[in-house]
């Protein structure tokens, strides 16, 4: 159980585009889930933090104008890399934590989704 | 300061041998201590949880937190090959967000 997946795990896309990303919880609700970004053998930093029906907070530093996020039901966030830029090029990952469960660490992980932009 | 201080490594030790993998941090408001696995161009799979101070055992691995000292720690016995992954500590206050550490890479060698 608590299997979240992403779409699409890798994305090549041109410089000035848009790419967007999914993560759905497959077994279980989840009012709120979360996307982080990692570098190469870095830690994971927390992008911004997705409510059902209502809008994201994003962390400080992070643009909310270039990284859209929307979490329109229960089982699906998407995350759109608006305009993307070589810079922009990254590990992204969510995770969703199942309704009703409130502590930071009662959250599952997807498997990531590898984003180049050329 | 980084809230989180963890020592990437690489790190590589014999196949049987016990790690050692280690953070500190500086915030004492944590209470929840967290062991992320996490092998390549994947996402990061819970291995320990440890809520305050103490220590946790679940088949090969101990996590041990020392709150006093700020300092967590998780020990893997009889190491594996397939034990190779980065290993990532994260921690959280009460209904906060996740911190991680810079994740320590781990190679187990037959």
């Known amino acids: 159980g608590a299997v979240v997946s992403q779409h699409p795990s890798r994305v090549i896309c041109k410089s000035g585009t848009s790419v967007k990303i999914e993560c759905r919880s497959l077994?279980?609700?989840?009012?709120?889930m979360f996307w982080y970004r990692q570098f190469p053998k870095q830690s994971l930093m927390l992008m911004a933090t997705?409510?059902?029906?209502?809008?994201?907070?994003?962390e400080q530093g992070v643009e909310k104008d270039k990284f859209l996020i929307n979490h329109a039901s229960l089982t699906l966030s998407t995350l759109t890399v608006t305009s993307a830029h070589p810079e922009d090029s990254s590990f992204y990952i969510c995770?969703?934590?199942?309704?009703?469960?409130?502590?930071?660490?009662?959250?599952?992980f997807g498997p990531g989704t590898r984003l180049t932009v050329t | 300061q980084k809230e989180v201080e963890q020592d990437p490594g690489p790190l590589s030790v014999p196949e049987g041998a016990i790690v050692s993998l280690n953070c500190t941090y500086s915030?004492?408001?944590?209470?929840?201590f967290m062991w992320y696995r996490q092998y390549s161009r994947k996402g990061p799979e819970l291995l320990m949880y440890?809520?305050?101070?103490g220590n946790k055992e679940d088949g090969r691995f101990t996590a041990q937190v020392d709150k006093s000292s700020k300092y967590i720690s998780l020990f893997i016995r009889d190491s594996q090959p397939s034990d190779s992954a980065t290993y990532l500590c994260?921690?959280?206050?009460?209904?906060?967000?996740?911190?991680f550490g810079q994740g320590t890479e781990l190679s187990v060698k037959p």
């Open positions: 440890t809520y305050s101070s």
């Open positions: 997705s409510n059902e029906g209502s809008k994201a907070t994003y």
């Open positions: 077994d279980f609700q989840a009012t709120t």
């Open positions: 994260a921690m959280s206050a009460k209904g906060g967000k996740l911190i």
């Open positions: 915030n004492s408001a944590f209470q929840y």
């Open positions: 995770s969703a934590r199942p309704t009703g469960q409130g502590d930071a660490y009662e959250q599952y």
